[in-house]
């Protein structure tokens, strides 16, 4: 029997990388614009270990993080450390030219980025009480991702799923752990992923909402997620057929069996 809203209980991280350990190196997560391919171990692993070493650097429950990045993985792997970590994880989409004050507003304490975005966010930052900066990979005044993972062990927080905060979206509103997995499992009865689904995810990383809830539902069911935002329709069929996709992403946000 599949599981339901309902009968899943816990955490986010919980519920999307319960099984992450079992389903081992098996591929996760292709992202073919950022060129990156995780497995369901590495990626729950980083997920945990990335929430320690926030840990270890001062986040405390609730803090929010800014997150302002230029990749779908990207996106995903810093989404769900933040939540881990018993932070709220605010998406900022790129371009918006008054991020300072979003941060301000936000009292974010910490704003995750990607190096090609690391000025723009040290600048919003400096307007800010941001206090650190994390980019994945070497940025000036930033501290690597990859310096987190290689941090002692820290305790991760435990807390109410119903009521700790998880997710800032767009208008505003903030979603606990169980909305963002009631989330999942509504649109589940849509589309009823299993492992054996291949995802091809076009969007554009603008709708963080849909894009957290559809990868992690695919990930929370043992999927491969496939990410290629804004590809072309001339490659669009060799993608499909290349990767043996079985549920493909569309332009008016929703999502069908090929």
């Known amino acids: ?5 309902s009968s899943i209980r816990g955490t986010v991280t919980e519920a999307v990388f319960g099984c992450a350990h079992e389903r081992g190196d098996r591929p996760a997560l292709i992202d073919l614009g950022a060129g990156v391919v995780y497995s369901h171990r590495r990626l729950a692993e980083e997920v945990t270990r990335g929430a320690s ?4 650097r001062g986040a405390r429950g609730r803090q929010v993080a800014g997150i302002h990045v230029d990749n779908v993985a990207a996106h995903v792997l810093a989404v769900h450390t933040v939540i881990a970590a018993g932070l709220v994880a605010a998406p900022i989409a790129s371009g918006n030219g008054r991020m300072g004050d979003l941060l301000i507003r936000l009292d974010a304490r910490f704003l995750i980025t990607t190096p090609g975005l690391a000025e723009s966010s040290l600048q919003a930052a400096d307007d800010s009480r941001v206090r650190q900066v994390i980019a994945f990979g070497q940025a000036r005044d930033t501290v690597d991702f990859a310096d987190l993972l290689l941090l002692a062990p ?5 807390f109410d799923p119903s009521v700790q905060p998880a997710l800032r979206v767009e208008d505003g509103s903030v979603l606990t752990h169980e909305d963002l997995i009631w989330r999942m499992c509504e649109l589940d009865k849509l589309v009823a992923l299993e492992k054996s689904d291949v995802l091809l995810v076009t969007w554009p990383l ?3 909402l849909a894009l957290s809830t559809l990868i992690g539902l695919a990930l929370m069911r043992g999927s491969l997620v496939v990410v290629a935002p804004g590809l072309a329709a001339q490659e ?5 057929h290349d990767f043996g996709v079985t549920v493909l992403t569309l332009l008016d946000g929703t999502v069908q069996r090929v």
Request: proline share 14%.
């Open 154 to 158: 820290a305790p991760l927080p435990s």
């Open 236 to 240: 669009l069929s060799a993608t499909i």
């Open 1 to 5: 029997m599949r599981p339901t809203s």
């Open 53 to 56: 070493g926030l840990v270890r």
């Open 206 to 208: 603008v709708s963080t």
